[in-house]
């Protein structure tokens, strides 16, 4: 199973930005990558998705605020996050889609004055 190291989370002020990193142990080539975050109290939501050809879905709350992307040869997958607000604070996890889905630890964000 592979295993999906995420970093680049923080604190940062309200307007900042962020870059959330995934590295993955095996290939990415041919799987749905996505992120997902998890504010307290709250379920896990999807924040966005790239399907293998590039083709990219956002949830309505980041749009035009979030871009993810992702390099197949590298094995990463990325999320650049501008403009932030208090309400994307959670764990942001990355996601390796397919009949076994794989999950990393989590990284921390929060966003506050």
């Known amino acids: 199973q592979v295993q999906l190291v995420e970093s680049g989370g923080g604190l940062v002020q309200p307007g900042g930005s962020l870059r959330l990193s995934c590295a993955a142990s095996?290939?990415?080539?041919?799987?749905?990558m996505a992120w997902y975050r998890q504010a307290p109290g709250k379920q896990r939501e999807l924040v966005a998705g790239?399907?293998?050809?590039?083709?990219?879905r956002y949830a309505d709350s980041v749009k035009g605020r979030f871009t993810i992307s992702r390099d197949n040869v590298k094995n990463t997958v990325n999320l650049q996050m501008n403009v932030l607000e208090p309400d994307d604070t959670a764990v942001y996890y990355c996601?390796?889609?397919?009949?076994?889905?794989?999950w990393g630890q989590g990284t921390q964000v929060t966003v506050s004055s």
């Open positions: 095996g290939s990415i080539f041919g799987y749905y």
């Open positions: 790239i399907s293998r050809g590039g083709i990219t």
């Open positions: 996601n390796r889609g397919g009949a076994i889905p794989s």
